[in-house]
């Protein structure tokens, strides 16, 4: 088998934030309403740090009112439930996002449950989730990370997945359960696997869509490719790399990239797949929000 088709996510999302941008000056030259995001990030975790600053950084780049909240790491609950209360009730906020995960404190299900649903353009809050649930994924705020993951599938294979099967590994709140509900929407047939599944590489290897959501780098092995898939890796891990010198890191995914792009048809790389794509459907999100609003 050639090797697979690199899936450019980067470009993709570059595409999809041209069209937010020109859709939300149109929004804002018939309205006079400016789509506004809050990004909220308790504590020092640097990934975290890196996550927050580059959404709200595009937040800008796409005209929106772009505010961050940086509390420290110490912050009581009772005060970041009452900055989610000031922004539910803020009209020039149309998305809150609070970056994950929080600190010890703080229950975070608690405070998912805080964000108005209206404004919850991560899609966690419990309405979205029943939403995608019920299938009626028109209404709902989907998780960015899986609505951009789906974009690319379907780029790949076509709207209709009906016949494919789907392994989606890992089922997380974020990822992999709202990613196995977007894939059974689109008629796919669908396994979740995870930690404690039995010979997860004989499952992988019946995949024709095979989604890395586990956080473990270079887990899924080229073998673990059925020839011909399409591989999403979500994976985003930091390792070291001593060939770039000492204490130098470097990205990759859950996926052995190089090996699996020997038998798979397409495969997302890491960095540049999925990722720039999660922020892109934040931006979407945040547009759609606006165009909800009243008044
Ligand atoms: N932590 C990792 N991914 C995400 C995400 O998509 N949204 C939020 N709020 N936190 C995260």
Same mark, same amino acid.
């Given at each position: 088998?050639?090797?697979?088709?690199?899936?450019?996510?980067?470009?993709?999302?570059?595409?999809?934030?041209?069209?937010?941008?020109?859709?939300?000056?149109?929004?804002?030259?018939?309205?006079?309403?400016?789509?506004?995001?809050?990004?909220?990030?308790?504590?020092?975790?640097?990934?975290?740090?890196?996550?927050?600053?580059?959404?709200?950084?595009?937040?800008?780049?796409?005209?929106?009112?772009?505010?961050?909240?940086?509390?420290?790491?110490?912050?009581?609950?009772?005060?970041?439930?009452?900055?989610?209360?000031?922004?539910?009730?803020?009209?020039?906020?149309?998305?809150?996002?609070?970056?994950?995960?929080?600190?010890?404190?703080?229950?975070?299900?608690?405070?998912?449950?805080?964000?108005?649903?209206?404004?919850?353009?991560?899609?966690?809050?419990?309405?979205?989730?029943?939403? *995608?649930? %019920?299938?009626?994924?028109? &209404? =709902?705020?989907? !998780?960015?990370?899986?609505?951009? /993951?789906? #974009? @690319?599938?379907?780029?790949?294979?076509?709207?209709?997945?009906?016949?494919?099967?789907?392994?989606?590994?890992?089922?997380?709140?974020?990822?992999?359960?709202?990613?196995?509900?977007?894939?059974?929407?689109?008629?796919?047939? *669908?396994? %979740?696997?995870?930690?404690? &599944? =039995?010979?997860? !590489?004989?499952?992988?290897?019946? /995949?024709? #869509? @095979?989604?890395?959501?586990?956080?473990?780098?270079?887990?899924?092995?080229?073998?673990?490719?059925?020839?011909?898939?399409?591989?999403?890796?979500?994976?985003?891990?930091?390792?070291?790399?001593?060939?770039?010198?000492?204490?130098?890191?470097?990205?990759?995914?859950?996926? =052995?990239?190089?090996?699996?792009?020997?038998?798979? /048809?397409? #495969?997302?790389?890491?960095?540049?797949?999925?990722?720039?794509?999660?922020?892109?459907?934040?931006?979407?999100?945040?547009?759609?929000?606006?165009?909800?609003?009243?008044?």
């Amino acid at each position: 088998m050639s090797e697979a088709k690199r899936i450019d996510g980067k470009a993709r999302a570059a595409g999809l934030v041209e069209r937010v941008k020109a859709e939300a000056g149109a929004l804002e030259a018939a309205t006079g309403r400016r789509p506004g995001l809050a990004v909220v990030i308790v504590g020092e975790d640097p990934a975290s740090q890196v996550y927050v600053a580059s959404k709200a950084r595009m937040a800008e780049e796409c005209g929106f009112k772009s505010v961050k909240h940086v509390l420290g790491a110490e912050t009581p609950e009772a005060e970041l439930l009452d900055l989610v209360e000031r922004l539910n009730g803020d009209p020039t906020i149309h998305g809150i996002l609070v970056q994950l995960p929080l600190p010890r404190q703080i229950d975070a299900n608690k405070v998912i449950r805080a964000i108005a649903p209206e404004k919850d353009v991560d899609g966690f809050h419990l309405t979205n989730v029943g939403l *995608v649930g %019920i299938g009626d994924v028109a &209404t =709902a705020f989907v !998780p960015c990370t899986p609505a951009g /993951a789906m #974009i @690319l599938i379907r780029d790949a294979l076509g709207e209709d997945l009906s016949g494919r099967h789907a392994v989606v590994v890992g089922r997380s709140n974020i990822v992999g359960k709202p990613m196995a509900q977007l894939l059974l929407a689109a008629n796919a047939t *669908v396994t %979740i696997a995870h930690s404690r &599944t =039995a010979d997860l !590489p004989a499952l992988c290897r019946m /995949a024709d #869509i @095979l989604v890395a959501a586990v956080g473990r780098p270079e887990m899924i092995r080229g073998d673990w490719v059925k020839p011909g898939a399409v591989v999403i890796d979500v994976g985003i891990n930091r390792v070291e790399a001593p060939e770039k010198g000492e204490g130098r890191t470097r990205l990759v995914g859950d996926v =052995a990239y190089a090996e699996a792009a020997e038998r798979a /048809a397409a #495969i997302t790389p890491v960095p540049g797949g999925v990722g720039p794509m999660t922020i892109a459907m934040l931006m979407a999100n945040t547009l759609v929000s606006a165009c909800r609003a009243a008044g």
